[in-house]
């Protein structure tokens, strides 16, 4: 009995170690990494055709070529997918550490934008650095490293920590605060708003009290409205998207010319590169109103077939967070995902005057190089989540059937 008891533990030990290698060596098509990477490939080949499309008219009489942007993207695109298979192939949990450098780094970006003579600005807002022919915007960045730098402070604390007011808010309360003030002076009221919602979110996440954070979910709800309803141009959009129509050809255009846009696509869309609305009727056509041109030219089945894309992404995101090997990586990936999923909800609410207009672009669809780039490498490290999380769950799976036979058997 002992000798048939060693000779299963044995080839038990032989199956997990076989379970392990097939996990390593290759991902099968239902793996979330292999999911994540084609739902991401798929919404940037679409946002680089849409932006084709949307850009050629403005991208023409600005600067005489219909190709001008989508060149531009195509080059920020290239460098975001090296990025993300980059961070797909890097243990994540590298990046544990990364936080501390890349906040303060980001800091100090955002503080150079706002010297004069070295910004760059752009529609009455002072967002990017030059960086060669192309530009960079801190404040994409901004994101990321928040997101990095949360995910590296609470993975080290506990729930019994999270007790505790200064070990729970302040490191995270002081991140957010410089962040965000440093972008509204840009001004950039969306990404700041962007901000806090994903440092409340891993707060969340990672155990904060409730009594903790709905006070401070209150206060940043009151700072958010205040800021809106200061400045002028600000409660303008804020009114306009209470009733569009009351202004048609002021405050309320954007809005109304994008309803008009995704109303005429019907079911089916007139027809990629038909637009008619991308003729200088919405503005913005490639950038924060590319989901009213996508609605216009694939109609209410392409905009489905990219709002299915993100809550897709999001289920992934859910899962990857479940089932990380570590903390660390269950922030990171919440985080993430918050971010994503937040950001595309901002975006296609204005879009469809559900939400006010905040001028936040669609993440891996509208132009802009950093968010394109920096939203990649995010998804990059969640595909190293994902496999991670994957390979361990099948260490633990293979385990559990080789113990359970070697205890019958022992029996």
Known sequence: MAANSSAIKTRGARRLKGATGAAQSGLRFGHPAVLITVSVISLVLLGVIMILSASSVYSFTSHGSSFWFFKKQLVWALLGLIAFFLFSRLDYRRLRNVGYIALPVVLLLLGAVLIPGVGISAGGSVRWLPLGPLAFQPSEAAKFALVLFAAGVFCRKDEATFKKFSHTLVP??????????????????????????????VLFVAGARLRHLIPLSVLGVALAVAAGLLEPYRRDRILAFMDPWKDPLGNGYQAIQSLIALGSGEWWGVGLGASRQKWSYVPNAHTDFIFAILGEEMGLLGTLVVLGLFAFLAYLGLRTARNAPDRFGMLMASGITIWISIQALINVGAATASLPITGVPLPLVSFGGTSLVMSLAAMGTMVSIARGGEEASARRGAAGRSTSKAAAVGA
């Open 172 to 201: 995270l309360i002081l991140a957010v605060a410089l962040l965000a003030g440093l972008v509204m002076m840009q001004p950039d009221l969306g990404t700041t708003l962007l901000l806090a919602v994903i440092g409340a979110g």
